[in-house]
Each structure stands twice: as C-alpha cells, then as structure tokens.
C-alpha cells in the first residue's frame, strides 16, 4: 500500500467514522496527556471469537469490502489476533478530532489498518470498536463507554444516528438512518482471569434498541488496563466475544509506511 493509499483510506476513515454519543463529555485540550488508562504508546493484542447458531467461527478474510468466516479450529486464520495501539499525534493529523488516536490491526498478515479514536477524561471513557469487514457489525451495538464515578447500579443512556451502509444480511438490514438509542448500567464487579493474573473488572451490562432490534454489550472495565473483554449479542442469533491476552506500555511506533515494509509495528 503506498502513501497514497494510506491517505485516501485515514481521509475516508475520518468521514465514516465521526459519529459520536451526544452525551459524551469531549474535552477541548489536552486530549492525551491527562490520560490515566488509555495512554500514549499502550498495545493491547486480543483474541476473538464469531459464535453464529452456536457455532465457533473466525475471519480468514476480513476487509472493508468483504469477509469470510471460516471454523476457529481451521490451522493458519488469516485473522488471529487483534492489535490496538494508542497513537500519539499532533492535533492536525488527527482521524476524530478532539479524540486520542487508535489504530487497529489484524495479525498476522498486518495487511492493513483501521483508524479512530477514544475519549478519557475524569469524567467517561469512550472508544470506538473496530469496525471494518465483518465488524461493521459491532456498529449496530452499544459502544464500550463507562461513566465516572464508578458505583454500582450507576445507570446512563445515549444515542446516535448511523447510515444503512452499516448494515448487512447477517446482523441486520435497513434503509436510511438507523436510531439507537442506548442505556448503560454498572451491574457489580468480576474478578477476570487473565494471562496477567486476575483483574478486577466493573461489569457493565448495556443495550442498544432500534427499529431493527435490540442488540447487547457486556463489557468488562479495569481502572488499569481499560476494558479487557466485550460479549457482543446482535441479532440474528449471532454473538461477538473480544478479550485482551496482551499488553504493553511506552512503546513508540514505527510510521505506516515503515511498517507496511517491516511488517513490524513498535521500534525495538
């Protein structure tokens, strides 16, 4: 992919990708640097899996035009893993404005990348899902967003407006602008276990309903790591799941270009 490329897929990414809550506070500076659990140069790699009618499956094909789900026990998955990385970047060259930049990618082919962004103030942590090939689908569910304090029984709702070209047979069709409207509730606490041990999550149990459905999100927050594991309901008897096995801190990034070379994303 040349520089080109790149650009024009940043460009179409901020256009498609803009939306957000209303009710989400924004800050108007200092956008990193008061960061507490998203910081600059955070790597959080994640495991997945696609349950539809109760089978396991994963992506061995996942593009902006088209994917193919294939069984999760099939040998060499063209989709195993997925990366986000939280992305220093000077206020210009941002794909959301007043946003900290993420980027996505999927391993091991680090074919191509997804970017956008996530807001952390002292007020609420919100962040964008990826959202390219299959999922698009993610797009149709509430986002991961937890709101300060942290109490249980804390409850909070929102909504937003998205456009049919999110839609698809497997997870839902319509025509025009889709409504969501979304309610959030802090419903206790979970110990995860993870390969770093046992973090002590806040479970948040959270819907989105529309004129095509509800969908659901149960996501498990960490005050450290942020959140660590999704279990995505859609429609149309299909389940997302999402879990951290990895992370990193101070890691500085390689550009795009030396990394569609290198295949390596983070300096030594």
Request: glycine share 4%; charged share 25%.
């Amino acid at each position: 992919m040349n520089f080109s490329k790149i650009l024009l897929f940043i460009l179409v990414s901020s256009f498609c990708y803009s939306q957000q809550y209303d009710l989400v506070k924004i800050e108007t500076k200092n956008f990193d640097s008061d960061n507490i659990t998203y910081k600059t140069g955070n790597v959080y790699i994640f495991d997945y899996e696609i349950i539809e009618n109760g089978k396991s499956y994963k992506l061995d094909k996942n593009t902006r035009q088209s994917f193919e789900l294939v069984d999760s026990n099939k040998d060499s998955i063209k989709v195993e893993k997925i990366h986000l990385i939280v992305k220093p970047e000077i206020d210009s060259l941002r794909t959301n404005e007043n946003q900290t930049q993420i980027i996505y990618f999927q391993s091991p082919e680090f074919n191509s990348f997804f970017s956008t962004g996530l807001i952390e103030n002292k007020d609420n942590i919100w962040l964008h899902p990826i959202r390219n090939g299959f999922f698009s689908c993610l797009e149709t569910c509430p986002f991961p967003y937890i709101k300060f304090p942290l109490k249980k029984n804390s409850t909070w709702s929102d909504e937003m407006l998205i456009g049919e070209n999110w839609g698809n047979e497997k997870w839902g069709k319509w025509k025009g602008e889709l409504l969501l409207k979304y309610n959030y509730k802090i419903v206790g606490r979970k110990k995860i276990k993870t390969v770093f041990g046992e973090i002590d999550c806040h479970v948040v149990e959270s819907y989105a309903q529309s004129s095509i459905g509800k969908t659901k999100l149960i996501s498990y927050f960490s005050e450290e790591y942020g959140f660590i594991r999704y279990e995505y309901s859609l429609l149309n008897n299909l389940k997302v799941n999402i879990w951290l096995i990895d992370f990193m801190r101070d890691k500085q990034f390689t550009d795009q270009n030396t990394f569609f070379k290198t295949k390596r994303y983070l300096k030594d």
